[in-house]
Structure formats: structure tokens, C-alpha cells
């Protein structure tokens, strides 16, 4: 374990920034539930003491310790994910939660986590080349058995951060430029699907770029076969979405389309953003938020009360905060001796920075309503458990990041 | 790997983050800086409405102040279509709690625009207790919001007719009434729908927050409230007293009593039967009221004051001679009534069948004698006939303040043409002229009108029920005008018509002569009109004191009888509580 002299003091850098969060989150809910008597502002501010031990404990658990039960937490996982599907409470349609009286725990949730662990073994095994065929095979693999369950249960949002984990954690494993082509090539075909011409032409060049390169028969063959299949299937994609689903993302592309339902939701959080101007509306000022106009405030348009009633120089501070702590877990991800903890740190910070992007985006219009909450801020215990677990780990591993066991 | 890899993707890393952050921050500069103005305007519109302050509506009082119309405190439903059409059951809760139609109440909320974010009225009228259920259960209707608001209140019930009552706006009238929206209430009928301008004042504007469910929750700050105006108070020229009367006397017969002062067309008395209660049109109708409303026998809503139209029987008398004597017949032209008279194969009847014996003009109004008129008519033309009766304004309207005044028929030689042909009539026509039958029609108020004239020696006055308008809050009073204009009338034709009216009371031989008061002097005239579908009505006419007219009279008793008999009767009483009322002062 931490022998002095390799061991780092505690990065209170990030513990900071963190608990900063944490502080504009309970601002932003006592403003949102004033309503209820300030409700859920003492439900978050209570949630504080048990997230404060998941920190703790992330932090005193040995890294050793992470990788030696990788496997079992990710079996687990899965174990979860599929209990959860058969047994989970149903409310609104998803079965995502196992509800036990006053706290809801939702495995999809730790699942990130696990997945990091796994996907981190992996990668950081020197016996296994990144660049192989089978390394990636296995990775794609043990990112798409949770996934799938997430998409049944269904929790589109989720799901999109488990793929989005494992690009950053490709390239900063070591993926060559190539293959992190190979493996973006799919994306492209999605985007050529939608003309049949245009899809033949783009499998043609991907045919004759990959022979240039001198890929093995089976990778060229590989690649052009699910390349064709995506591009062929991403049309028929389209009618398995369900329909809440296609609402989004139709009422994304024009919120107008469905002014006082799902658009109704963006439309009234970029009035509340927009008009907060650049001081804001003053804390419990924003009548956006007070005046009921934007739902779910507390939970996932938390920055929507934080840019309302702070302004531009408010969220801003949020986001300074926010790019402060991926940032950090970046660099010392980077810096870091020991391969599995580096990994483990790039993939923390893509969880975090992948909902904030994806949040925050949801809130300026940027991207459609998926149901991501905003780490810190948004209103919800074991998203605060969790994040707060994650924090612990990081802390962990930036303070024993001169070793290299 | 090597360092150098490391180090690039390092950098990979951190600059597709920083990128993403740029992202965002530029967007919420753009959001917050740059598009500022516009949002901000938009959260402002969002949570600001301007909402209309129902203005009071002014009262309505009789001559000396005692209360008709008012206004009373009452609760109505409002809705705001954008917020109340997310949740299809809304309409269906909302009437299952009040107890409503639901078909109906779902057709009405969909005439409201389903985009708007206004509230609209949707139902009124709510008492208490119906107020106390809604209210518990608000959080269940979004967009629903129950406000106090008022409702009519008729005091008096006698002059439905008069007085009218108020009905919803028609969207087709929304367009030239750019201060109304849909479900404000104007008047639909009688004296609130003439002056309706007037007494509903103007509407006021306040500014407040309301929250997304439409609630109000507080006023908005920093905008000042532009207050409603109270409507103008409406004096009428009835005399409450007289009116329930008048009512009584009259009582479930249907008819008509009027009573105006003669001498400015003020209205004292607008009585017509059978009448309805205005405050019924307040709440919602019950079957049953509905179907007494419109019974076709009946015709509670029909005011007879000014829309029913008879043939005004021997009170068109006067008019045959005026015509006579205009025509050079003297009112020294005597002839023999011996109870009939005979025009080639027609026998035509005098009322009495022993006949009047010799009579001049002045004695043939008094005994009403038939016989003389045929005689009399036999010498004039119709043409003649209906200049006569159009120089006593029949035949046009009389201006009174009441909607849907009727003009009645004054026929000439071009409309029996018309009507039956260049040969399809004779001069027997003229028989059924000259006493006020056949083809003549008039109303009420016409022969009201008529009346007047004779009593104030040629002077014409417009019969009206207004007559005072009183700003409460300028403290201004403002008389409403009418016109007054002489009609040419010989003073030696004026004489023989007064004397011979006096003389239907005054004389042993008048038909009225057994109703003679000794307190005032009476110049009236019975009239009988047959008509096809039953009894004849009763009409009389009157105006008194003979000597110095202050009120002129109209009453008629439809399928009466003899006007003499049923009438006349109803007139002097009501004449005898007026000059208690009013003997001294003579107002």
C-alpha cells in the first residue's frame, strides 16, 4: 500500500472544485423546490453525509483491490442490470430503479463505474495488445452486454455514456490513429444511410483505403461488412425507438414541433438561461423557476435555475468548475505509473465530463432531452452516492499516482 | 508506448474537452448575451398577463332612485386554453364537479382559441358552494382558475320587457366591439341592450404573474393597473309604484299597460304581460323554464309595448275625422245611425244594435257610433285615409328606446294594389278603415304617440323609458334627449277630437261614461278590435286631466272583450293611484 515518498498529499484542488459543486447544487435546489417547503433541498443536503462516506471509502479502498474484483463487479453488474429489468419498479414506462421504501438504487449507475474497471484491466494488461483484432473485440464486448440490458430497460441516456467510455479509454490505452478510424467508421456510415448511393460510394472507398493499408483479410472484411450492415440497418433503427423516444429527438431537431410537450421543456429552459443575462435574476429571482414554467428543475434543468437566477457569470463558474475537475482527472490520468489507475482516472473523467456535456447541452439546446442529470448539482441520492464514490477513487489514485502497483 | 504518444494524446484528450467547454460557453453567451433582449422579453411574456378588470355595470333605477338592476357578487370559471387542452380531462372534471353538461361545456371551450394563453370565461354565475368544491380541487385542473366576479341582479321582476336582461356576446358582434372578448355579457334585450354602451363602462387592464399553470399568483411588479370604469347609472322614467300596479291590474291576462307623461314622453309605466323573470337567464335555464320561455301560445318574451301589432278599433277614430274634416266634411255633419248600414249587398253593424239615432261628429266619438264613420269613410279615399294616419306617425316607428320596434301597417291604394290585385279590392275597404279594422295595424306605442299629440294640442313627443344617465364617478348627470316637434293640426280639428274624447267620459252617452271620476277629468276612447282568432282586444286610450293633460295611456287586453269593459277599467284605476301620487305637484 502507500509507502512514504511515493504517496502524494490529498488534491484538494479537486476536492474543492467538487464540493463547490455540490454547494451550487443545493443553491439551485432551494431555489427550485421552494415550492415544497424546500423539500428536496434537505433531502440533497442529508444525501450529503452518505456521499461523504462513498468518498471515503473510494478513497481508503487499495487500487489493488479495484482490479483484483473487476471481474466480479462487473459480473454483478450485469447480474443487477438484469434483476433489475425482471424486478425493478416499472414507474413511467422504465424499469431502471429497485425501490426499497424511500431510496431508489439504480444499478445502471454503478454499472459505469464497474465497466471502467473492466474496460481498465483490459487495456492496461501488457500481455494484451491494444491495436489486436481481440483486444477490441473483447472491449466492444463487455461494453455492449450492459448496454443492451440499459437500452431494454430503456435508458437511452445511460447507455449513450457507456459507449461514449470506451473511445478515451481506446486512445488513452494506446489505440493506433488507424484503428480508432476503424472503429469511428461505423458513425460515418450512419451518416451516409440515409442515401443509398451515397452509402455504396462511401463502402467502396473504405474498401480500397483499408486494402491500402495492408489490413488483414479478416479486419478488411470485418469492417466493411458491419460498415455495410449499420448503413443498412440504421433506417429500420429509426421504428424500433420508442415513441417518447422519437418525440425527442424529433422535437430536438424543432422544439416547435411540440411546443407544449417535449419542445416545451427545451424552449422554456433556454427562456430561462437566456433571460438570466449576465448577472442572473438573483438567487430565488428567477421566475422561470418560481413560477413552475420549466419542470424537473431540481433534478435534471438544474442549470437551468443556476442560469437564470446567476446568470452568465454563474454558469460559467459551474462550467469553469466543472472543466477544472475532468481536466484534472486528465492530467494526472496521464501522469499516473500505474496503467489501471490511469485508466481508471481517463474513465471517471469521461463518465463526468460526457453527462456534464450532454446535460448542460440539454439545457442551451444543444442536444435533445435524454434524461442525464448533472453530476453534483442535480437532485438525486445514489447519482450523488455514486458520483461522490467516484470522486473518492480519483482522490485515491491521484494520491498514489507515483506507484506503480 | 512511447512518451511522445503520451503525450499527444494527452493533449487529444484535453483539447476535444476544452473544445467542448468552448462549446458550451460560447452558446451560453450567445443564449445570455447576446440573445438576451429576446429571452428576456419571452420569460417576461411567459409569466405576465395582462388581464381585463371587469368594469361595474351601472344601475338602473326608476324616477326617484329606488333600485331595478344591480349587480351582485358571484364566482366564475375561467380558462386558459394553451394549459387546459394538455389534459383531456379537464373539461370532463370540471363538469362532473359542477354538475354540468358536459357536451355543452366541452363545445364551448372549444370556440376558445386553443393557442392562447389568455383566460377566458368559460362558465359564470357560480355560487358558493360551487366555488368551495372547485377550489378544493384546482390542482387537478390546470388552467382552471375560479375568480370572483358579478352577476346581474334584477329587483324587480314587472319590467322584464322594459328592462331587458344580459346575454354572452355573439362572436359575430366581437368585431365592431373591440372592448368586449368572448363571454362578456351585454344586453340582449329592452332598455340594457339600448343603452348597453353606456352602462357597461369600460374595462380595466392588470398586470400580473401568473404561474404555468395559469394561476394568478401576485401582481407583476413595476407596471401600474389601468382601473376599470364604472358604467353609467340609467335613470328610467318609470315610477316603481305605478309599474306593480299596473302589473297587478293587468294580471295574467296578456296586454299591455303604458303610461307616459304626455307632455315629455317620459314613460311612467311599461307594463306588458305575459313577462318573464330576467334573473332565470342568469343561471342555467331548466328544462322547464326553457319551455315556458318559448311556449307558442304565450310568448312570455314577446313585449307587446312595442312589437305586437293589431288593428287599433275605434281608437282610430279620431283619425277618420281629422282626415274628414282635412277633407272639408264639418264637424256640423249629422246623419242617422239606426244600428246598421247598407252598401249594396253588405250590411255593415253599428256595436249598438238599437243605433245611436242623429249624431254629429263630436257625439259620434263619445257613443263611438259606427255607423257615422261608415259614412264618413264612404266620402274619403284610402289614399286620404292613410295621409291622415301617417300625420299621426303611424305606419313608422316611434323612436322609442326599445329594440325590435315593430312599424305596424298603414295600407293605401299601392298596397291593396299589391296585395290584391289593381281590381282585386273595392271601396268597401273603407268601411273596415273607418273604424279602425281590416287591414290597419299598429302598436301599443303607437297609439301612445298618437294620444300624445292630441293632448298637448299638435306637440309630437318620442315615448321613452330612459331619461337620466349618472356618471358616479365624474359626478355628472346627463339627461338624455329626445326630439319634440309640432304636427300640423287645424286648432278646430284639435277641438272637435278633445271634445269629443272628453265626452267618451264626460257625457251620459260615452262609453266610458259609467268609469267618470269626480277627482280628475278623463279624454279617452274604447276600442274593440276583432280578430279572427278568438275574443276581440280590448283597447283604450286616454289622456288626463282632460282640461291640462300631464299623462297620456295605452292599455290593451288581448282577446279582452269590449275595450269599455275590460280596458277601460285597469286605465282609470291606475289613473286613479297616479293623481294621489301626483295631484299637487303635477309631477
Redesign the interface.
Known sequence: MSRSGTSSGLNLWLLLAVAALYGLGLLGIWSASAGQEHFYFYRQLLWGAPALVALLVGYLIPARIFLGLAWITYGLTLLLLLLVLLFGDGTAGASRWFDFGNIRFQPSELGKLALVFILARLLADQQQNVNSLRTLLISFTLTALPLALIMLEPDLGTALTYIFLLL?LL??G?ISGLMLFVIISPLLAVLFSFSKVLLVIYLLALLLFSFKQRLSALLLGGIVLVNGLVGMLVPHLWNLLHDYQKVRLLTFINPKLDP?GAGYQII?S?????????FGKGFGGG??VQ???LPTTHTDFIFSVI?EEF??VG??VV?AL??LV??LL??YG?RHRNRFSSLTL?GI?AIM?FHV?VN??MT???FPVTGLPLPFLSYGGSFLLSNFFMVGVALNFIRHRREYT | MSPQSRKGRRWILISLTLGAFLLLTATLFYLQIIRYDYYRGKSTQNQMRPETIQPFRGQIRDRRGRLIADNAASYSVWAVPAIARRDTNVIRQLSGLLERDLERLQRKFNQLPGYSWKSFRLLRNLDFAAYARLEEHLDYLPGITVRPDLRRNYLDTTLAHVVGYLGEVREQDLTDKPDLQLGDLVGVRGVEKVYDRQLRGEPGTRFVQVNALGRIVGAEPGYSEIPSRRGKDLFLGIDLELQHLAHELLGDRSGTVLLMDSRNGEMLVGVSRPDFNPNVFGSRLSQETWQSLNDEQRRPLFSRIQQAVHPPGSTYKMVIVATAMQAGISHYYRTECIGAYVLGDRVARCWLEEGHGWQNMRQSLAGSCDVYYYRLGLQLDVNSMAAGARSFHFGELTGVDLPGEQAGLVPDSGWYNERFGKRGWTRGVLLNLAIGQGEVLVTPIQLLQYIAILANGGWSVVPHFGVRLLDREQHLSQSLEFPRWETVLPPVILEVLQAGMEDVVATDGGTASWLRRSAYTVAGKTGTAENPQGEPHSWFVAYAPAQDPQVALTVLVEHGGHGSEVAAPIAFRLLDRYFELYAETGE
Open positions: 478515451p486512445i488513452a494506446g407544449l422554456q433556454k427562456t430561462a438561461i437566456g433571460s438570466g443575462g449576465l421566475t422561470q413560477l413552475d414554467f442560469g446568470g452568465f454558469a460559467l462550467l466543472f472543466a475532468t481536466l486528465i492530467h496521464f481517463i473523467a465530463f456535456l448542460i447541452g442551451i439546446g444543444l
